[in-house]
């Protein structure tokens, strides 16, 4: 199995990339390491008003993303290492993926546990046992993936302020986060750095670290996948089905977009007659800026 390293910080190229890998199947299986800049990221079928916290993101420039697998919502920032096991055929062995990088820590006499949800916990300094990773995987008919989070030195606060909710939905068809106490690698392991990480990988497949060339930012389908995940349609507009209270009684909305009591787009414009100025600003905070930043492929 192939071990490639990305230099980008975006998580939409790399949320790219990954998908780039899965329809190339030439350099499969492949396992692939990637660190994002601050960012929550929403599973496939999660709303964003339920799962985070929009105004604290937008002020304090925290990205929000939706990746193309179910599960939960995480956080993301230069403290966490993302890993994703790639194949070319549509089996996905999660026990066995999280056995690997179970064994490949233990050599260098660093204890984790497996759950039944096959998330890996580590025991911090009071003897708790808490998620240090988490993850999710999809399967298409020629391809899979298991990609998750690993926190090495993450921010926990910002982590624990991220995923608060903005509001909660009267009735909502989205699937759930489901949380649990987490721990970074470092609290248990001081002076682990992102790199060890990938070393330990590295050294139990027995696979030279590749990085990644930046030229394949122009690929068409690395492009044509970084424009979906950036779009409006894709981050706000999948969000399923979920009701909420207004002063003017139950609203349903789906796919961004209002279907009663009137149907309209699910935007600050059109709802001034249902919510007040501040639950308006607290619902849709201004991520123009973060927006425009990014976009920016290059």
């Known amino acids: ?13 790399n ?15 492949l396992c692939f390491f990637y660190v994002n800049r601050p960012c929550v990221v929403l599973g496939r079928f999660q709303n964003p008003w339920k799962e985070c916290h929009l105004p604290y993101l937008v002020e304090n420039d925290i990205w929000m993303v939706r990746r193309q697998s179910g599960g939960g919502c995480v956080f993301h920032d230069e403290g966490n290492l ?5 194949l ?8 066995k993926h999280c056995e690997l990088l179970q064994r490949a820590f233990s050599k260098a006499g660093i204890v984790l ?9 580590v025991e911090n300094k009071e003897g708790e046992w808490r ?10 008919k020629n391809g899979s993936f298991h990609h998750g989070t690993f926190l090495v030195n993450s921010d926990l606060n910002k982590l624990e302020e991220s995923l608060r909710h903005t509001f909660i939905p009267k009735e909502t068809k989205s699937i759930p986060s489901v949380r649990s106490k987490v721990a970074t690698l470092n609290e248990k392991y001081p002076g682990i750095e992102i790199q060890d990480v990938i070393d330990l990988m590295a050294f139990e497949l027995k696979s030279p670290i590749t990085t990644i060339d930046g030229e394949i930012l122009s690929r068409p389908e690395v492009q044509e996948s970084f424009q979906k995940l950036t779009s409006w349609e894709w981050l706000w507009g999948e969000t399923p089905l979920f009701e909420m ?16 009591p009137v149907q309209m787009a699910f935007t600050k414009e059109n709802l001034s007659e249902y919510f007040s100025i501040q639950e308006l600003a607290n619902m849709f ?7 425009e930043q990014s976009r920016l492929i290059f």
Do not use: C, Y
């Not at 199995?1 to 190229?13: D, R």
């Not at 993302?82 to 790639?86: C, D, G, M, Q, Y």
């Not at 998620?131 to 298409?140: D, E, H, P, R």
């Not at 905070?285 to 927006?291: C, M, V």
């Open 1 to 13: 199995m192939n071990v490639v390293v990305s230099p980008f910080k975006n998580p939409f190229i």
């Open 15 to 29: 949320l790219a990339l990954e998908d780039f890998f899965l329809r190339e199947a030439s350099a499969l299986p």
């Open 82 to 86: 993302n890993f994703s096991f790639i």
């Open 88 to 95: 070319p055929d549509s089996s996905i062995d999660r026990r």
């Open 113 to 121: 546990q497996i759950s039944e949800r096959h998330d890996l916990w």
């Open 131 to 140: 998620k240090v990773s988490g993850s999710a995987f999809k399967q298409t």
């Open 245 to 260: 209270k207004t002063i003017k009684g139950n609203m349903t909305i789906r796919k961004g977009q209002v279907e009663s």
């Open 285 to 291: 905070p201004d991520f123009s800026l973060i927006q």
